[in-house]
């Protein structure tokens, strides 16, 4: 496979196998995967010097220059769309300036602007599908808020970004930089993605046909019939583990030999089976999905949906229930294949979660240990992870909800339900993290405790 790291001459390419997937989920909504609130937003705070806005300006287009992704948009009628890549073009930049508010900390303030920015819209084939937006509380302490189209980056390709963006905003400025890595361009993942498809997986999709015979998702039930036609939007609330509960879930994952990820998702499901009943359980989670290293340094949507099928019937304890959970993790990703495969072994496994009063809710901690970019020059840039308030606009889900659970620095769990507000009451969300919270505790500080199985 070969990598490029300088701009491409425009041309086009085939969809890669996750804007396949999510090209299924395009029904014409505004809030849908074709929508122009269908976006990531990531910021950092950025001190230790003052910010050249001109500088700033020219090293996002080296971003853009570096990476296809950002000026790349899906072009073509459904059913027979395509990757069409766009020359390098600049990126727009806002600049504000933010005065001190009586009674508001920077942080308060710092919230309040990404609460907004979250607000703003991107459109699907805006190019380059990249925004930027630089709040100067000071000459030595400001805010870099970076957003995209979900249909062109992934959470993780934020911190590609950054890092890009740091490297040439130093370079720019005089520093001596290394050079970065060399960066495999997104229309190369898809053409990875599709000659893995028809070799070496076979293997694979005997696991999922045999895995998923039978299954269905475990959907929950929904406030509000999809029949009703309420107006379409994604709000967020967001909740706090505590410290010491974060630390008994590390022993546990410790003890189980696995990461913080499994007994997370086994308190998860135990969540869903008090949602619903079931207990031949399917929920589904996202991964990197990026070939472990080799696309590291690409930025694109890359993340892949995969579903969990766990029996926790009969289970006495938690550890019986965490225990199944590790061995299915360890199968499915094991057996990791793009999503559209993975239906294609199982094509009613979803069919529960489009009902009129029920949906899917999917679970996500992929965390992101580069909270501090690591960047030459007299910049510091770290990641702004701690966010505390709820919000009534936010970046889109094509449908139903997502509950994602990472780690801050602080050593407490960040968690955030994102939830359809056509199908969801704040309540009904704020007492599924409430019981989420009951379910942590009681799990990772007894876990040879009855679960309570209905």
């Known amino acids: 496979m070969s990598a490029t790291g300088a701009a491409a001459v425009a041309g086009e390419a085939p969809l890669s196998l996750n804007q396949e997937f999510v090209s299924q989920f395009d029904m014409g909504s505004p809030d849908g995967p074709f929508g122009s609130h269908y976006h990531v937003v990531a910021a950092w705070r950025v001190t230790g010097a003052p910010i050249d806005v001109d500088t700033l300006d020219d090293a996002l287009l080296d971003v853009v220059t570096r990476h296809e992704a950002l000026r790349t948009r899906i072009a073509g009628p459904a059913g027979s769309r395509y990757q069409e890549i766009l020359p390098p073009s600049a990126v727009r930049l806002d600049v504000r300036d933010v005065p001190a508010a009586p009674g508001e900390t920077r942080d308060d ?46 959470a993780l390709s934020m911190s590609v970004i950054i890092r890009d963006l740091a490297h040439y905003y130093a370079a720019r400025t005089g520093h001596d930089v290394p050079d970065l890595p060399p960066a495999p361009q997104y229309r190369e993942y898809a053409g990875w993605q599709r000659e893995g498809a028809g070799a070496g997986t076979d293997a694979a999709r005997e696991y999922w046909r045999r895995k998923l015979d039978g299954a269905q998702f475990t959907a929950i039930p929904t406030d509000f019939p999809r029949s009703a036609g309420l107006p379409e939007s994604t709000a967020k609330h967001r909740f706090l583990i505590a410290r010491d509960v974060m630390a008994a879930v590390e022993r546990l994952a410790g003890t189980s030999q696995a990461a913080n990820f499994v007994p997370l998702a086994a308190m998860y499901q135990l969540l869903v089976h008090r949602l619903t009943g079931a207990t031949d359980i399917v929920i589904a989670t996202f991964t990197a999905g990026r070939g472990g290293e080799l696309f590291q340094d690409t930025v694109g949507a890359c993340i892949n949906f995969v579903p969990l099928r766990t029996d926790i019937a009969g289970c006495k304890t ?95 769990a960040m968690g955030v339900i994102a939830y359809k507000r056509n199908l969801f009451r704040e309540e009904t969300i704020a007492s599924m993290a409430a019981e989420l919270r009951r379910i942590t505790h009681d799990f990772a500080f007894n876990p040879d405790a009855s679960p309570g199985l209905a």
């Open 109 to 154: 303030q710092t919230e309040a602007l990404l609460q907004a920015i979250e607000a703003e819209t991107i459109g699907a084939d805006e190019t380059p599908s990249l925004r930027a937006v630089l709040a100067r509380f000071d000459d030595q302490d400001a805010v870099l808020a970076l957003m995209t189209h979900h249909l062109g980056a992934d």
């Open 318 to 412: 938690y550890a019986e229930i965490l225990e199944r959970t590790r061995q299915t993790c360890v199968e499915a990703f094991s057996h990791e294949l793009p999503a559209i495969q993975v239906f294609g072994q199982a094509p009613e496994l979803m069919r529960p979660a489009m009902t009129d009063n029920t949906t899917a809710m999917v679970f996500q901690s992929i965390p992101d240990p580069k909270q501090v970019v690591e960047a030459p020059g007299d910049l510091k840039y770290v990641r702004i992870t701690r966010r505390l308030s709820s919000q009534p606009q936010a970046s889109a889900l094509p449908d139903g909800a997502l509950l994602e659970l990472n780690e801050d620095p602080s050593g407490e």
